[in-house]
């Protein structure tokens, strides 16, 4: 069962795109920096568990709440199956697509065959619309092909998959449910929603306090380490080009707020662009120093992008404190 009309969806982070595919199947067609936009998607963790072999730098706010957020802001209905068993999972894929309508999909990416880079990440995304007896069709990122395919079995490890970002092989739908809310409203709730919680977080490892928390862990992350090429080029190259959009994912949010200035006529809006294009500017450069870190062992690498990231905790507040008195 193939869905014949499915339109790919063209994106660089893997839960706006599998989300983006479901919406453009029931008419809503946004950019992508819109969705990350819309589902208050920008934040920062630096994330260090002794069962990891690094330290984590995300930097969105945790996996399924960007779509929860979407559909909340644009009052879309959500459904949401999780299940501890692997031939039940199926069941609710198998389900809807058998009726003609795709389904997001929340996995991990090691499983599925058409991934080069073999690492756990359990939180990646995908829109499955179509299977035949041995193969999933996938809708994924444009880095992992857009179109891409996977065997059934591979599919059913990669959702079943345990560790850090899992669930329980967690699949979505989406539907209309009564009359879209006007997109500027949607717009405006969510600028505010996501400058609250970015400038109120819960412990001193998230958000902006976060970033200024990483300027002094990344010393003791170098100190020691017992792979400094591995650790700080893998991270390098996770923030620039795993699907972040660049720049860990300011880049996208830059886009977000400047197409929000011209739907809004804001100059507060194209003032913050302006101001997180110099922000994604320095992440990119953040993201060069580790990885100069990594080649060569040398600690002014590291020194440097501990002043650059003293720098970043300032300035993101301060554009998020301008964007919740624009919209409060």
Not at 50 to 72: A, H, Q, S, Y
Not at 146 to 169: H, Q, V
Request: aromatic share 10%; net charge negative.
């Amino acid at each position: 069962m193939i869905i014949d009309n499915f339109q790919p969806f063209v994106g660089q982070h893997c839960e706006t795109t599998a989300t983006g595919g479901l919406l453009q199947q029931i008419g809503i067609e946004l950019s992508e920096p819109m969705l990350f936009g819309l589902g208050e998607g920008l934040g920062y963790i630096f994330w260090n568990m002794k069962i990891m072999d690094f330290p984590f730098i995300g930097g969105r706010v945790k996996p399924d709440v960007l779509t929860e957020n979407i559909c909340r802001n644009l009052n879309l209905e959500l459904e949401v199956r999780e299940t501890s068993s692997m031939k039940k999972a199926w069941q609710n894929v198998a389900e809807y697509l058998d009726q003609g309508q795709p389904v997001g999909l929340k996995m991990d990416c090691y499983h599925l065959e058409y991934f080069t880079n073999k690492i756990h990440f359990a939180g990646h995304y995908a829109t499955i619309y179509g299977y035949d007896e041995t193969t999933a069709y996938l809708n994924d990122t444009n880095q992992q092909g857009r179109d891409a395919r996977t065997s059934l079995d591979s599919l059913a490890l990669a959702r079943n998959e345990k560790g850090p970002m899992s669930s329980r092989n967690r699949s979505y739908v989406i539907r209309k449910n009564g009359k879209l809310t006007d997109l500027r409203v949607a717009v405006r709730t969510a600028l505010l929603n996501n400058a609250i919680e970015f400038l109120n977080p819960p412990i001193k490892n998230i958000s902006y306090k976060g970033i200024l928390k990483t300027s002094t862990e990344i010393y003791k992350w170098f100190q020691n380490s017992s792979d400094v090429k591995r650790d700080f080029q893998t991270t390098g190259m996770l923030m620039e080009r795993a699907g972040t959009g660049g720049a860990l994912f300011r880049n996208i949010y830059r886009d977000f707020l400047k197409e929000s200035a011209v739907l809004l006529n804001s100059t507060a809006l194209e003032q913050a662009s302006q101001e997180y294009d110099v922000i994604a500017g320095l992440w990119s450069k953040v993201s060069g120093l580790f990885h100069q870190a990594g080649e060569t062992v040398d600690l002014n690498y590291i020194d440097e992008a501990s002043a650059i990231l003293i720098d970043l905790s300032e300035r993101e507040k301060q554009t998020m404190e301008s964007l919740r008195e624009a919209f409060v």
